[in-house]
Nanobody, 128 residues
Framework: QLQLVESGGGLVQPGKSLRLSCAGS??????????IGWFRQAPGKEREAISC????????IYADSVKGRSTTSRDIDKNTVYLQMNGQKPGDTDVYYC???????????????????WGNGTQVTVPS
């Protein structure tokens, strides 16, 4: 069974940077076979898709809310995807989720109901 584990959340001061990690594991798991997406959600708010990196790493997509201040990178050997977010704002306070969809199911990340695997999330808090 594929598992995704997020880390790197915590309390971040406004304007500072944060790097979230998503480590995948499971029988035969490889980033080469999964598109990895990041979502975030705050209590009472809808879940928002914020980024996606393709299985080959050639394509990345960012939501307007994080575009220009976020970068995705991958460590294939560690089966880990990183989301670097700069210029943190109070509005970035959310639980951040790592998700995955197999390349046979999609050509890129899908909406939240199309991502087959989810981590448990990591809380990011940016005080006002």
């Amino acid at each position: 069974q594929l598992q995704l584990v997020e880390s790197g959340g915590g309390l971040v001061q406004p304007g500072k940077s944060l790097r979230l990690s998503c480590a995948g594991s499971g029988p035969g798991f490889s980033l080469d076979y999964y598109h990895i997406g990041w979502f975030r959600q705050a209590p009472g708010k809808e879940r928002e898709a914020i980024s996606c990196v393709s299985s080959n790493g050639d394509s990345t997509i960012y939501a307007d809310s994080v575009k220009g201040r976020s970068t995705t990178s991958r460590d294939i050997d560690k089966n880990t995807v990183y989301l670097q977010m700069n210029g943190q704002k109070p509005g970035d306070t959310d639980v951040y989720y790592c998700t995955a969809v197999h390349i046979t199911a999609a050509t890129m990340c899908r909406g939240e109901y199309g991502m087959n695997y989810w981590g448990n999330g990591t809380q990011v808090t940016v005080p006002s």
